[in-house]
């Protein structure tokens, strides 16, 4: 039925409402209202009515609000208060939103602080998804708590504990979000954990669905040789990559139930050999696309080694600011190089050391572009038309000389409203 048609049939059922009365009872004419408002007024909304808060808490409403896939808004990293910081990672309430059209907003965190860490310590960012956050606290190292995180909304749900296996010692390694909100309201949490003793290395995956709300043990345990503090989801699983040349890279999808599944193999990306003094690697998704980045920033050449490959005689340095961004095929058939970039123009000598922030793909693809973190700025790249801009700039940190930018992990966020 159409607005128009409705409206007719409300004022003819009672000639006493007045136009507002009308509009506010037709959730669809509200939907297009909500539509056009920021998401700050969206939150304040939902305290003006039952029915309001309904429509706009709704997945239907989310999902209309943030179509998926979704660009990331901006980054969260931790802003230093007194110079350098010995655990980048760990976020309090000197942590920072960086938008990515050039605004900022502060503490993202206070409200998980003060209720689960009476003595601010800290709330570690496990892994970002579509606008979700998984959180550690960490109070207590040996009773660590997890958190799921929606930073805009500041809502947050506490996981039940991971039961522990008394046949075998247990460590977690990590813990990844898999939400994919075009296909469903739920998330699920992917836990990897290391079995038995350092020497013979087994994982396990568990995963806990907001669906259930409870833990499970799924597929075998299995031998890996991938950094499981780097995950990344994408095409509905979890990716970790080998960043040895003779490791294999795999892949878990947490919707197989299959009790004797083991992880899938991938190929691995482009993997740069040879000396290196200071390396930087990215691996990540935007908007459906999987990427990764291998680059040096600052490299030994003219090197003479020894029989025990160790270092010997003169050595000098050079910068490389030339790379790839490597995607990967969506039937996991290779990897290829989608942008090749030159950094030349953009990386003076002073501030030669960079990291990859992230990278951002647009709608047209030539609007897309790299974030790029050196010293105290945080520079956005064009891979389209090689342009590049100042996002930030971090004033009164000049005698912190051990704090850079690039040192400091940072993670996306993306608005939403959906509920945790």
């Not at 989801?233 to 083991?262: C, E, M, R």
């Not at 040879?274 to 935007?286: I, K, Q």
Request: hydrophobic content about 35%; charged content about 25%; overall charge neutral.
């Amino acid at each position: 039925m159409k607005l128009s048609s409705k409206l007719l049939d409300v004022a003819d059922n009672d000639d006493e409402k007045t136009s507002a009365q009308i509009v506010a009872s037709i959730d669809d004419l509200l939907i297009q209202i909500f539509l056009c408002l920021p998401i700050k007024s969206l939150i304040r909304f939902t305290l003006v009515s039952v029915q309001w808060c309904s429509i706009i808490s709704s997945h239907r409403f989310c999902v209309l609000r943030n179509p998926s896939p979704n660009p990331a808004d901006g980054l969260i990293f931790e802003c230093p208060r007194f110079g350098y910081q010995s655990t980048p990672h760990i976020y309090n309430s000197n942590s920072h939103i960086l938008f990515l059209n050039k605004s900022i907003m502060s503490s993202p965190f206070r409200k998980i602080n003060s209720a689960h860490d009476p003595w601010r310590r800290s709330v570690e960012i496990l892994h970002s998804c579509n606008g979700l956050l998984v959180c550690g606290c960490m109070r207590d190292p040996f009773d660590r708590k997890y958190y799921i995180y929606n930073p805009t909304t500041k809502q947050y749900s506490k996981l039940p504990q991971i039961q522990p296996d008394r046949a075998v010692s247990k460590t977690i390694c990590g813990m990844f979000l898999a939400f994919d909100p075009s296909k469903s309201p739920d998330y699920k949490v992917v836990c990897v954990s290391e079995l038995g003793d350092w020497y013979d290395p087994r994982f396990q995956f568990e995963v806990y669905s907001s669906e259930t709300g409870s833990w499970r043990n799924q597929g075998k345990p299995f031998t890996a040789d991938v950094d499981f503090k780097d995950g990344v989801y994408w095409n509905g699983a979890v990716h970790w990559i080998s960043f040895n040349n003779t490791g294999k890279s795999i892949y878990f999808n947490p919707d197989d139930h299959d009790d004797q599944i083991l992880p899938k193999l991938m190929p691995t990306p482009p993997i740069l050999g040879g000396l290196d003094c200071m390396r930087r690697r990215y691996f990540g998704e935007s908007c459906d696309h999987l990427h990764y980045i291998d680059f040096y920033v600052c490299r030994m050449r003219n090197v003479e080694l020894d029989e025990f490959n160790n270092v010997v005689g003169r050595r000098t340095f050079f910068s490389e600011y030339e790379f790839n961004v490597y995607e990967m095929k969506r039937d996991y058939s290779e990897w290829f190089v989608k942008y090749k970039v030159d950094l030349s123009d953009v990386v003076s000598k002073r501030d030669r050391v960079f990291s990859i922030c992230t990278v951002v793909r647009c709608k047209k693809d030539e609007d897309s572009f790299i974030v790029l973190g050196m010293k105290r700025k945080i520079i956005r790249y064009n891979l389209g038309y090689k342009t590049f801009e100042n996002i930030y700039e971090f004033h009164g940190y000049e005698n912190h000389l051990l704090y850079h930018v690039e040192t400091v992990p940072m993670f996306q966020y993306i608005e939403s409203l959906y509920s945790v």
